[in-house]
């Protein structure tokens, strides 16, 4: 590191461990200059300047400064060695590390607090043949000879600076003091200033003009590895507490140097509150008041600035502040709007904020006997296992105690009290079985105040229980033909939640088994009636078919296949050709229809390359011509009869058209 002055340059540089602190007390350490600017231009021969190797002077030198005692640590840790035998067990090479450690770390801490110490340890000089509109490059480097083959090499250090960077020391700043009975404690940044200040100094006066340092030891403010302090910390004794004391700082670098004093901080030392008030009567004024009255020595009128009374609804709740006199000789208060219950606790105060809280409380209440309002807001859920939440908003009342819930399982009967204790939240889990004929579970809340108040019920919270049990098999009542299609009627379940029904269907051509079935369509729950018919038109002329039908409940739950019913298909007699011939203007569509029933009208389906089969008209007569037709396209066509009894044909052959 370097500090510019008006005249010179001062450099101090330091070891980075103890094997390098040794090197150097063996071979010193050169300091050489570089000029690299003058009169702010950049020099071209750069000018190399040796200023010369330092080190640790002998120990005859050091004894003419025997009275700094940061010298003598210095010269105890350079020149006091013990020798360590030949073949020295692990401990005694282990204590001697460390020594060596302590020797280091001591070192180099007596060359920061004294210029000397430095100087006289070969880490110090100053070029006072530095020119003012110069600027210079400083390396210090230790030269560790070639024949040196055991020593490791080490990196110089380097630092840029010139006279023209001259700034005087600034004074310490944000001195506080804190007064106690006959004891003071300061405080101050020493962050900001870290890289200039490495100690500091404290100054005293008891006339504001006459100042003494306390000590002749500089404060250091030590922390732990890593942790870097922000403020410097000083406790000093007063005499007494009547006399105004000055207190102000100096900061001291690397160099010996002693920068300007702080601002002044003053003030005297305070007498501790030890001693706090009692309440002593706590009298209820026609249920609306309460006179409070407490004791405390008159003596100490004169120390204190008044006293401050705190209430709070219960011991441990916090307590908030109810009223503050700034009159000493004051002896009593009235609560002029008390809660129903009240915990007071007193306490004195001085001028410095010092307080000295009782630690009794003492009681007072009203007698309350309206009950709160009743409970609002209440929502609640039940989940696949049986367990119930249920909340609602917490009362407003001050002098709340708690809730109690019930629980029924219908609305009109009596509803039951689920817990004997008192709720404090505003929630409660319950557990109800769902494996009942009861689909839903009702509840109600109550508040009750300290007084044991009970309110009137909350409003009715009616809670749906999830199924877990499979709605019961519905029951297949027939399968009948109509025409060309097959009815299906069952009767709806009722009372089982159930919400639509599920149609499995298989082609009676072997006895496979039931994997046969497969899903044939979803029909809706109707409560209005008692049976539903669902039409299968996607039979075939005289196949048997079998059905079985499935129940789903609202909660995706399906129940057992019901007892499956089979019916054949009408055999209707009938023969449906269809021919197609291509046109310039489109296709040409043509078919006839043998059949012993009267053939109301023609459904002709179209289907475009590989998508499916789509209804494209209705047609009255044996012919269509079907025109705007792309090229490159593959067209294929069926047609299906329509009879006057509105049941379907077969589907017909389907006729390919490119």
Same mark, same amino acid.
């Not at 340092?213 to 000083?234: C, F, M, W, Y």
């Not at 009681?363 to 709160?372: H, M, R, V």
């Given at each position: ?76 840790? %350079? ?7 030949? &073949? ?178 003053? &003030? ?9 008030? %009692? ?68 306490? $004195? ?66 509803? $039951? ?85 599920? %149609?499995?269907? *298989? ?59 089979? $019916? *054949? ?18 296709? $040409? ?50 047609? *299906? ?18």
């Amino acid at each position: 590191m370097s500090s510019s002055r008006p005249d010179s340059i001062m450099l101090r540089w330091a070891p980075a461990d103890v094997e390098t602190w040794l090197l150097g007390n063996r071979y010193g350490y050169v300091v050489t200059r570089y000029t690299i600017l003058r009169d702010g231009f950049l020099t071209e021969d750069r000018a190399q300047t040796v200023l010369g190797v330092f080190l640790p002077r002998p120990l005859t030198e050091w004894e003419l400064y025997a009275d700094d005692r940061y010298v003598s640590i210095a010269a105890e840790c %350079i020149f006091a060695r013990d020798s360590m035998p030949v &073949g020295a067990n692990p401990h005694l090479i282990v204590r001697r590390y460390r020594e060596e450690q302590n020797r280091f770390s001591f070192a180099l801490f007596a060359a920061d607090r004294s210029v000397m110490a430095a100087k006289l340890s070969g880490l110090y000089m100053a070029d006072r043949s530095a020119q003012k509109n110069e600027k210079y490059l400083y390396s210090v480097h230790i030269p560790v000879p070639a024949s040196d083959t055991i020593s490791f090499p080490v990196d110089s250090a380097f630092v840029f600076t010139g006279i023209s960077e001259y700034q005087p020391l600034p004074p310490p700043f944000d001195l506080q003091a804190r007064w106690y009975d006959r004891k003071v404690e300061l405080s101050w940044d020493i962050l900001y200033l870290s890289h200039i200040y490495n100690s500091y100094t404290v100054e005293k006066s008891v006339d504001g003009v006459h100042f003494y340092s306390l000590s002749e030891n500089a404060i250091v403010q030590l922390a732990d590895e890593d942790v870097t302090p922000q403020r410097g910390h000083k406790t000093d004794t007063l005499e007494n507490n009547s006399t105004v004391f000055y207190y102000r700082i100096r900061g001291m670098n690397a160099f010996g140097e002693t920068g300007p004093a702080s601002d002044v901080v003053s &003030g005297n030392g305070k007498f501790q509150l030890v001693n706090a008030p %009692i309440i002593t009567g706590n009298e209820v004024i026609n249920n609306e008041r309460v006179h409070l009255q407490w004791t405390f020595p008159e003596e100490m009128n004169e120390y204190i600035a008044g006293f401050r009374i705190y209430r709070s609804a219960a011991p441990e709740s916090a307590k908030s502040i109810l009223h503050q006199t700034d009159n000493p000789a004051a002896r009593d208060f009235i609560d002029e709007r008390p809660e129903l219950t009240n915990y007071y606790v007193i306490s $004195a105060f001085d001028t410095d904020g010092f307080e000295a809280l009782s630690t009794v409380f003492t009681y007072a209440e009203l007698i309350d006997s309206i009950p709160p309002s009743p409970p609002i807001g209440l929502t609640g859920m039940i989940d696949t296992t049986g367990r119930v939440i249920v909340n609602w908003r917490r009362n407003i009342e001050a002098d709340l105690d708690g809730y109690r819930v019930y629980r029924a399982n219908r609305p009109e009967f009596e509803f $039951a009290l689920l817990h004997s204790a008192v709720i404090k939240d505003t929630a409660f889990i319950d557990f109800v079985n769902l494996a009942t004929l009861e689909t839903k579970a009702y509840y109600k809340v109550i508040a009750v105040d300290l007084r044991q108040n009970h309110s009137a019920f909350s409003a009715l919270l009616e809670l749906e229980k999830p199924d877990v049990i499979p709605p019961p098999s519905p029951m297949l009542r027939e399968v009948e033909a109509r025409g060309a299609t097959l009815a299906i009627t069952w009767v709806n379940n009722f009372g089982a939640n159930t919400v639509r029904y599920h %149609i499995f269907r *298989r082609t009676v051509t072997d006895e496979t088994g039931e994997d046969d079935f497969i899903p044939l369509a979803v029909v809706e729950h109707n409560n209005d009636n008692v049976l539903s018919t669902y039409v299968d038109d996607a039979v075939h002329s005289g196949t048997i078919y079998r059905y079985h039908i499935l129940a789903e409940n609202r909660s995706g739950l399906l129940s057992e296949p019901s007892i499956p019913v089979q $019916a *054949r298909s009408a055999s209707i007699e009938e023969n449906i050709i269809l021919r197609a011939l291509r046109t310039s203007g489109g296709v $040409a569509l043509t078919w006839s229809i043998t059949s012993n029933k009267p053939v109301m009208r023609v459904l002709l389906y179209r289907k475009i390359g590989d998508e499916p089969l789509r209804l494209l008209t209705n047609v009255v007569g044996d012919s269509y011509t079907d025109e705007g037709l792309h090229p490159e396209t593959t067209y294929t066509y069926s047609i *299906r009869a329509v009879y006057s009894d509105e049941t379907l044909s077969s589907l017909s052959n389907s006729v390919i058209v490119r």
